[in-house]
């Protein structure tokens, strides 16, 4: 017969060993028998090229095409989950902040049982949240677990100690400065630990005011605050009341009670220096 050579023509003969067209491979994960596929032969000026005309195994890395995509995919999200928590690690600030501050691992007692059900059902987009209480109570455990809820939801989170907002605002050039408030002010979730521990300069109570006016300029929840001291407090300790009472008007006051936990479970206490 003339056309016994296949479509190439008669020049070009291909080996075909019937072992290879009787191989079946097993899927390392399913077990599903797959047989080795014949890749047509491909011809380049009269001669085969390599990797054509052979039968050859359906397998990638030992699994089958399903079962390649569904490990592919499990990559992906183990990918993702690990950017995620590096990501996590990095706004927290640090490895023990990331492990600690979740709302699973607070210590829950009957002193601050309202705050923890204020700082769960904390929405971004309706609420902002003025955390008050002693040291070591737990304020900035349930500010960090609500903001870090918000950042796993996607939003953007900026967290900082309160005393930094002025050090962080403060560069030469003043389109800098503006960008930097501009950050501050556009947050879905702006986190100030610990308002008030720090020496107050006018420039910080200048910046935490236009942050905050700017905020309240645009009917935008997300701001969570933590202090050791009432409103009343705050506003003596800063010498006038426009910040506190701005805050009065733009938060839910959560006052925490209680003794500091840290001191009787021994945790964090040794390297977490603030609440
Ligand atoms: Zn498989």
Redesign the pocket.
């Given at each position: 017969m003339s056309n016994s050579a296949g479509l190439l023509g008669p020049l070009i003969r291909f080996p075909i060993s019937m072992d290879d067209f009787l191989r079946i491979d097993d899927?390392?994960?399913?077990?599903?028998p797959?047989p080795w596929e014949w890749i047509p032969a491909v011809a380049l000026a009269g001669k085969p090229l390599a990797g054509t005309g052979i039968w050859t195994s359906q397998l990638v890395a030992g699994?089958?095409?399903?079962?390649?995509e569904?490990l592919e995919a499990q990559h992906q999200e183990q990918r993702w989950a690990r950017e995620l928590e590096e990501r996590l690690v990095t706004l927290l600030g640090g490895v023990r902040p990331y492990r600690e501050f979740t709302f699973q691992r607070y210590q829950v007692t009957h002193e601050n049982r309202a705050a923890l059900a204020r700082a769960r059902d904390f929405d971004p987009f309706a609420h902002s949240l003025y955390l008050w209480g002693p040291c070591g109570v737990g304020k900035t455990h349930l500010a960090y677990a609500a903001a870090r809820r918000c950042f796993e939801r996607t939003l953007s989170v900026v967290i900082l100690p309160a005393y930094q907002l002025s050090r962080r605002v403060r560069m030469k050039d003043p389109d800098q400065e503006q960008a930097s408030i501009d950050h501050f002010i556009g947050a879905d979730v702006l986190l100030l630990d610990d308002l008030g521990a720090g020496t107050e300069t006018t420039f910080g109570r200048q910046v935490l005011q236009e942050i905050l006016d700017a905020r309240n300029y645009r009917d935008q929840a997300g701001l969570i605050v933590t202090s050791a001291y009432s409103l009343d407090a705050l506003a003596q300790k800063m010498g006038h009341d426009a910040i506190a009472s701005r805050l009065a008007g733009m938060c839910q006051i959560v006052e925490i009670r209680g003794t500091d936990y840290r001191l009787k479970l021994g945790a964090l206490a040794d390297d977490q220096s603030h609440d």
């Open positions: 899927c390392q994960m399913c077990h599903r797959v699994h089958c095409a399903t079962c390649a569904a």
